[in-house]
């Protein structure tokens, strides 16, 4: 049974999309923290919850710190596990310890907040406090060791700060021991019929299985929006 985890789960669209094509897996740990900030010491309580014993213990422990911070309910949370199980729901990646997860994951999905790279947004990128996420998606990638992991984003990523920033992000990758294959997707293309491109990142340990991997290919648009109504 394939073992997967993500981050900035959201509504869980990866777990939604492995319980349409009924494929067996167990979602190990979702992680989303709903858009809440706290005005805490970040490496200071990751620290803390280093040191803690059991991955329920820091679960609930970033829950306390929750509660005592801020008065925002996690929405989010309450949407996923009303849809979907797992074993653990964490409420920010900033405090994961994916030590606890080390080599027990298949495949670890995760998008970091695309605001900061959004045609639409400031595109402030990652001097962005919300774009800092980026790193601790790669800090938890090189902690868990995932046999695959997939990072999604808004195309405008590969234009913003004329391609650096790009080139930062795939350094930081670089060196975690995995062969990249990226590509720039448009939903027109695989039967929604709306204008979405997003650039996704499939990463894999095994390099013979990277070099079978191919993206899927464009397919014709059967649908307009007139029939999901």
Request: hydrophobic letters at 35%; aromatic letters at 16%; one cysteine or more.
């Amino acid at each position: 049974m394939l073992k997967i985890a993500t981050v900035f789960s959201g509504i869980g669209a990866f777990k939604f999309a492995l319980k349409r094509l009924n494929f067996p897996h167990k979602t190990i740990f979702a992680c989303d923290n709903s858009d809440i900030n706290l005005t805490i010491d970040y490496d200071k309580e990751l620290k803390t919850i280093k040191c803690l014993k059991s991955p329920k213990e820091k679960e609930e422990y970033c829950y306390k710190l929750y509660e005592n911070n801020s008065k925002k309910h996690n929405f989010i949370r309450d949407t996923y596990l009303a849809n979907y199980k797992c074993d653990y729901f964490f409420k920010d990646i900033r405090l994961l310890d994916g030590i606890d997860f080390k080599r027990q994951i298949d495949i670890l999905v995760g998008g970091s907040p695309c605001q900061s790279f959004s045609q639409i947004g400031r595109q402030m990128g990652l001097s962005d406090t919300r774009e800092t996420l980026y790193y601790d998606y790669a800090r938890i990638i090189q902690e868990i060791k995932p046999k695959v992991f997939i990072y999604e984003n808004v195309s405008n990523l590969l234009r913003h700060d004329k391609g650096k920033t790009w080139n930062i992000m795939q350094n930081v990758f670089g060196p975690l021991g995995y062969v990249l294959k990226y590509q720039l997707l448009d939903n027109r293309n695989y039967n929604i019929p709306q204008d979405r491109k997003r650039i996704f990142i499939v990463a894999f340990k095994n390099a013979h299985f990277a070099n079978n991997f191919e993206f899927p290919k464009p397919e014709k648009l059967k649908f307009s929006m007139q029939d999901f109504f």
